[in-house]
T-cell receptor, first 114, second 113 residues
Protein backbone atom coordinates (compact mmCIF):
# COMPACT_ATOMS: atom_id res chain seq x y z
CA UNK A 1 0.00 0.00 0.00
CA UNK A 2 2.85 2.33 0.83
CA UNK A 3 4.97 1.47 -2.20
CA UNK A 4 5.72 3.60 -5.19
CA UNK A 5 6.73 1.49 -8.19
CA UNK A 6 9.11 3.13 -10.63
CA UNK A 7 10.19 2.05 -14.09
CA UNK A 8 12.41 1.61 -15.96
CA UNK A 9 15.38 0.88 -13.72
CA UNK A 10 17.72 2.34 -16.31
CA UNK A 11 17.25 4.37 -19.46
CA UNK A 12 19.53 5.38 -22.32
CA UNK A 13 18.38 8.26 -24.50
CA UNK A 14 20.00 10.05 -27.41
CA UNK A 15 20.80 13.72 -26.99
CA UNK A 16 17.76 15.75 -28.02
CA UNK A 17 15.36 12.89 -27.38
CA UNK A 18 12.57 12.54 -24.82
CA UNK A 19 13.19 10.69 -21.58
CA UNK A 20 10.14 9.18 -19.91
CA UNK A 21 10.08 7.68 -16.43
CA UNK A 22 6.94 6.19 -14.97
CA UNK A 23 5.66 5.69 -11.45
CA UNK A 24 2.59 4.02 -10.01
CA UNK A 25 1.11 3.99 -6.53
CA UNK A 26 -1.68 2.30 -4.61
CA UNK A 27 -2.30 4.54 -1.63
CA UNK A 28 -5.03 6.99 -2.62
CA UNK A 29 -4.16 9.12 0.41
CA UNK A 30 -0.98 10.31 -1.31
CA UNK A 31 -1.46 13.95 -2.20
CA UNK A 32 1.96 15.25 -3.20
CA UNK A 33 4.26 13.75 -5.80
CA UNK A 34 7.79 15.13 -6.14
CA UNK A 35 10.61 14.07 -8.41
CA UNK A 36 14.17 14.18 -7.17
CA UNK A 37 17.34 14.28 -9.29
CA UNK A 38 20.56 12.88 -7.90
CA UNK A 39 24.02 13.16 -9.40
CA UNK A 40 26.76 10.73 -8.32
CA UNK A 41 28.20 11.63 -4.94
CA UNK A 42 25.54 14.26 -4.28
CA UNK A 43 22.33 14.37 -2.30
CA UNK A 44 19.00 14.29 -4.12
CA UNK A 45 17.58 17.64 -5.19
CA UNK A 46 13.94 18.46 -5.79
CA UNK A 47 13.32 18.77 -9.52
CA UNK A 48 9.59 19.26 -9.88
CA UNK A 49 6.46 18.28 -7.94
CA UNK A 50 2.74 17.99 -8.53
CA UNK A 51 -0.43 17.72 -6.53
CA UNK A 52 -3.34 15.53 -7.71
CA UNK A 53 -5.65 18.44 -8.47
CA UNK A 54 -3.81 19.06 -11.76
CA UNK A 55 -3.02 16.65 -14.57
CA UNK A 56 0.19 18.24 -15.78
CA UNK A 57 2.92 20.55 -14.58
CA UNK A 58 5.70 21.91 -16.73
CA UNK A 59 8.92 23.61 -15.71
CA UNK A 60 11.28 24.25 -18.57
CA UNK A 61 12.15 20.95 -20.22
CA UNK A 62 10.64 18.91 -17.38
CA UNK A 63 6.98 17.91 -17.30
CA UNK A 64 5.04 15.77 -14.84
CA UNK A 65 1.93 14.07 -16.19
CA UNK A 66 -0.50 12.84 -13.57
CA UNK A 67 -3.35 10.35 -14.02
CA UNK A 68 -5.32 10.20 -10.82
CA UNK A 69 -7.75 7.50 -11.93
CA UNK A 70 -4.91 5.21 -13.00
CA UNK A 71 -2.80 6.16 -9.98
CA UNK A 72 0.15 6.85 -12.20
CA UNK A 73 2.47 9.75 -12.82
CA UNK A 74 5.41 10.24 -15.10
CA UNK A 75 8.34 12.54 -15.71
CA UNK A 76 9.09 13.68 -19.24
CA UNK A 77 12.40 15.33 -20.06
CA UNK A 78 12.24 17.05 -23.41
CA UNK A 79 15.35 17.72 -25.51
CA UNK A 80 17.40 15.52 -23.16
CA UNK A 81 20.99 16.66 -22.64
CA UNK A 82 24.11 14.84 -21.41
CA UNK A 83 23.94 17.05 -18.30
CA UNK A 84 20.61 15.40 -17.46
CA UNK A 85 22.42 12.10 -16.90
CA UNK A 86 21.58 11.29 -13.28
CA UNK A 87 19.39 9.06 -11.15
CA UNK A 88 15.77 10.16 -10.87
CA UNK A 89 13.51 9.21 -7.97
CA UNK A 90 9.78 9.66 -7.89
CA UNK A 91 8.21 9.97 -4.47
CA UNK A 92 4.85 10.37 -2.79
CA UNK A 93 3.60 11.89 0.42
CA UNK A 94 0.48 11.82 2.53
CA UNK A 95 -0.57 14.85 4.42
CA UNK A 96 0.54 18.34 5.13
CA UNK A 97 1.81 17.93 8.66
CA UNK A 98 5.45 17.74 7.74
CA UNK A 99 5.67 14.74 9.99
CA UNK A 100 4.96 12.09 7.36
CA UNK A 101 7.94 10.76 5.45
CA UNK A 102 8.32 10.61 1.70
CA UNK A 103 7.91 7.23 0.05
CA UNK A 104 10.52 6.89 -2.69
CA UNK A 105 10.50 4.81 -5.83
CA UNK A 106 13.59 2.70 -6.48
CA UNK A 107 15.08 5.15 -8.95
CA UNK A 108 15.89 5.32 -12.64
CA UNK A 109 19.42 5.80 -13.87
CA UNK A 110 19.27 7.99 -16.97
CA UNK A 111 22.14 8.19 -19.42
CA UNK A 112 21.91 10.73 -22.23
CA UNK A 113 24.40 9.98 -24.98
CA UNK A 114 25.58 12.33 -27.69
CA UNK B 1 23.20 30.71 1.04
CA UNK B 2 20.87 28.70 3.23
CA UNK B 3 21.80 25.08 3.09
CA UNK B 4 22.20 21.68 4.67
CA UNK B 5 25.79 20.87 5.63
CA UNK B 6 27.15 17.44 6.44
CA UNK B 7 30.47 16.62 8.00
CA UNK B 8 32.60 14.83 7.27
CA UNK B 9 31.98 14.15 3.58
CA UNK B 10 33.93 10.91 3.83
CA UNK B 11 34.35 8.80 6.96
CA UNK B 12 36.37 5.64 7.34
CA UNK B 13 35.93 3.57 10.47
CA UNK B 14 36.83 0.13 11.68
CA UNK B 15 34.40 -2.67 12.25
CA UNK B 16 32.79 -2.11 15.65
CA UNK B 17 34.31 1.33 16.25
CA UNK B 18 31.65 3.95 17.06
CA UNK B 19 31.24 6.79 14.62
CA UNK B 20 29.28 10.04 14.64
CA UNK B 21 28.10 11.90 11.58
CA UNK B 22 26.90 15.47 11.82
CA UNK B 23 24.39 17.63 10.01
CA UNK B 24 23.69 21.32 10.34
CA UNK B 25 21.20 23.55 8.59
CA UNK B 26 20.77 27.25 8.10
CA UNK B 27 17.22 26.92 6.76
CA UNK B 28 15.62 27.04 10.23
CA UNK B 29 13.50 24.03 9.31
CA UNK B 30 11.83 22.21 12.16
CA UNK B 31 11.97 18.73 10.64
CA UNK B 32 15.27 16.91 10.15
CA UNK B 33 15.75 13.47 8.63
CA UNK B 34 18.48 10.86 8.40
CA UNK B 35 18.54 8.51 5.42
CA UNK B 36 20.79 5.61 4.51
CA UNK B 37 21.45 5.13 0.81
CA UNK B 38 23.30 2.14 -0.56
CA UNK B 39 24.62 1.92 -4.08
CA UNK B 40 21.92 2.02 -6.78
CA UNK B 41 19.14 2.14 -4.20
CA UNK B 42 16.64 4.73 -3.04
CA UNK B 43 17.27 6.58 0.20
CA UNK B 44 15.95 4.64 3.18
CA UNK B 45 14.60 6.70 6.07
CA UNK B 46 16.20 5.83 9.40
CA UNK B 47 14.48 8.38 11.63
CA UNK B 48 13.40 11.98 11.78
CA UNK B 49 12.85 14.77 14.27
CA UNK B 50 9.80 16.99 14.26
CA UNK B 51 11.17 19.75 16.46
CA UNK B 52 12.36 17.75 19.48
CA UNK B 53 10.05 14.81 18.86
CA UNK B 54 12.02 11.79 17.72
CA UNK B 55 10.41 9.37 15.24
CA UNK B 56 12.17 6.07 14.66
CA UNK B 57 11.33 3.92 11.67
CA UNK B 58 10.26 0.45 12.74
CA UNK B 59 13.03 -1.33 10.85
CA UNK B 60 15.90 0.94 11.90
CA UNK B 61 18.44 -1.18 13.81
CA UNK B 62 19.16 -0.28 17.44
CA UNK B 63 22.76 0.23 16.37
CA UNK B 64 21.68 3.59 14.95
CA UNK B 65 20.95 6.46 17.30
CA UNK B 66 20.36 10.16 16.80
CA UNK B 67 20.60 13.37 18.76
CA UNK B 68 19.25 16.82 18.00
CA UNK B 69 20.63 19.27 20.57
CA UNK B 70 19.05 22.30 18.90
CA UNK B 71 17.15 23.33 15.77
CA UNK B 72 20.27 23.64 13.64
CA UNK B 73 22.16 20.45 14.42
CA UNK B 74 21.45 16.76 14.23
CA UNK B 75 23.82 13.83 14.77
CA UNK B 76 23.77 10.23 13.65
CA UNK B 77 25.59 7.82 15.95
CA UNK B 78 26.45 4.31 14.81
CA UNK B 79 27.40 2.46 17.93
CA UNK B 80 29.08 -0.62 16.43
CA UNK B 81 29.38 -0.30 12.66
CA UNK B 82 29.26 -3.48 10.67
CA UNK B 83 30.34 -4.06 7.10
CA UNK B 84 26.70 -3.80 6.05
CA UNK B 85 26.50 -0.25 7.37
CA UNK B 86 28.82 1.05 4.69
CA UNK B 87 26.67 3.49 2.73
CA UNK B 88 25.98 7.11 1.96
CA UNK B 89 24.21 8.82 4.85
CA UNK B 90 21.99 11.71 3.87
CA UNK B 91 20.59 14.41 6.10
CA UNK B 92 17.53 16.33 4.96
CA UNK B 93 15.34 19.08 6.34
CA UNK B 94 11.86 20.38 5.70
CA UNK B 95 9.31 22.78 7.08
CA UNK B 96 6.29 21.30 8.75
CA UNK B 97 3.93 23.80 7.15
CA UNK B 98 4.74 22.95 3.54
CA UNK B 99 4.25 19.98 1.30
CA UNK B 100 7.32 18.46 2.78
CA UNK B 101 9.81 19.66 0.19
CA UNK B 102 12.92 18.09 1.59
CA UNK B 103 16.30 19.72 1.17
CA UNK B 104 19.11 17.20 1.19
CA UNK B 105 22.69 17.66 2.24
CA UNK B 106 25.57 16.33 0.12
CA UNK B 107 25.86 13.19 2.23
CA UNK B 108 28.60 11.43 4.18
CA UNK B 109 30.15 8.37 2.54
CA UNK B 110 30.88 5.84 5.28
CA UNK B 111 33.41 3.08 4.73
CA UNK B 112 33.74 0.28 7.28
CA UNK B 113 37.01 -1.67 7.24
Amino acid sequence: QQQVKQSPQSLIVQKGGISIINCAYENTAFDYFPWYQQFPGKGPALLIAIRPDVSEKKEGRFTISFNKSAKQFSLHIMDSQPGDSATYFCAALTGFSGNTPLVFGKGTRLSVIA
Amino acid sequence: DAMVIQNPRYQVTQFGKPVTLSCSQTLNHNVMYWYQQKSSQAPKLLFHYYDKDFNNEADTPDNFQSRRPNTSFCFLDIRSPGLGDAAMYLCATSRADSYNEQFFGPGTRLTVL
